[in-house]
């Protein structure tokens, strides 16, 4: 018994002594994070005010001058989203914040670079700050930050918000009827054939949302159906949205319809891409829809029925090369339109997720300097990348298969290729 004990008290003090390396190390890492974090930030920050600074020399002086600062700074953010192959909505997001904690925060950013916060201690404070009337910033920063190297982001997300309401010299009416100005619906899509769609809208409206398809989702569980509660909910949504199913059909028919039935009061404009051995019954490769991405032939189908048009697009199996864009219209020009957007899918700058059927048409070698009018000239660039792409110092070259390279001011060279045929 005595040996037992002996094995598992070194056992034990083993563990120990290796769960303080442990978690020796893994403070060491969050600090020299936090480091970095402070450094990202001083030279995001540093970037945005040369941006500025330089906007009247890489600007050509037809902007006005508003206008050229504006295009220097994402002119800037461009180069840098594009070194690190990250959107360049992060990084003007990213430019923003910096901007706020360097300058109007400088205690936290002393306290992220000490190691004392993290990047989401200082995130969430200035986030906050950011609402805050300069003359109740100096005590709001002196109340939270001591708050912040004490407790968690998710706690101090908390504390701040009441800390910011508490010190606001402004009424809450007031501000309330400004950030309503902010509302808006956004689809983001999902693997799989799903999506998300997100609103962002006042608190009793989405409350008074949530409580709905709740009500409805309780109903129909009642009545016996057995989707889940989260699948009801879901589809009592779908239906609200898409039917105009009231409180009154549910007390009739409690049981929501299901989605394959919401689906048949979709009436798109659709274009939809069919490898050419799907049309001809040999596979059953997935159907795409524009503006989403790979569908399964069954749910193209359907929604294909109630399109009042629909362009259908067949694609040679080994290749993905285009066969065929349908002449709906025989004008030239719209079939030239429809086949580079297609080849592309989306805007042609790196990083830029922004669709095709958004972009301008433009030509890599201008009209005006002997440039064609086909696909080999052509390129799909959205309304800031087309005018970022006529800044000095930026150069965009058209290779053979529509592969595009990019040259930024500081000379660095990004290629991008067409969308692959998704089958």
Known sequence: MAETTAAATRAGNEYAARLAEFSDEWTE????????????????????????????????????????????????CGALAMATRMPERTVQLATNDAERLVNDAPAVLASLEAGR?????????????????????????????????????????????????????????????????????????????????????????????????????????????????????????????????????????????????VQEHIKPTVQITVPALSMAGVNDAPATLDGYGPIDPETAARIAVNAPSFTRILIQPETGEVLSVGRNQYRVPADLQRAVRLRDGTCRAPGCGRSAR?????????????????????????????RMKHLPGWNLAHGPGGVLEWTTPDGKQYLTEPDPAPF
């Open 117 to 261: 916060i993290s990047a989401r201690h200082a995130q969430v404070i200035t986030d906050q700050l950011c609402d805050v009337p300069a003359a109740g910033r100096a005590v709001f920063l002196d109340q939270v930050l001591p708050e912040a190297e004490r407790i968690t982001a998710a706690g101090l997300k908390s504390r701040a918000r009441v800390l910011r309401e508490r010190l606001h010299p402004e009424s809450i009416t007031a501000r309330a009827t400004r950030s309503e100005a902010d509302r808006r619906a956004e689809f983001e899509p999902a693997a799989d054939g799903m999506a998300w769609v997100h609103l962002f809208t006042t608190a009793p409206i989405a409350q008074g949302i949530i409580e709905r398809v709740e009500a409805a989702a309780a109903e129909s569980r009642q009545a016996g159906d057995t989707r889940t509660c989260a699948q009801l909910q879901a589809d009592a949504l779908a239906a609200l949205a898409l039917t105009g199913v009231t409180p009154e059909d549910v007390a009739s028919s409690p049981v929501l319809p299901h989605p394959i039935e």
């Open 358 to 386: 958004a972009c301008d048409l433009d030509h890599s070698v201008a009209w005006e300097d002997g440039g064609t009018t086909d696909v080999g000239n052509l390129a799909c660039l959205c309304r800031h990348h087309h």
């Open 29 to 76: 890492i969050h600090r020299q994070q936090a480091v970095l974090d402070a450094r990202k930030a001083r030279l995001l920050a540093r970037s945005a005010a040369y941006a500025d600074a330089f906007a009247d020399v890489t600007v050509p002086a037809s902007f006005p001058p508003a206008e050229r600062r504006a295009l220097s700074r994402r002119s800037t």
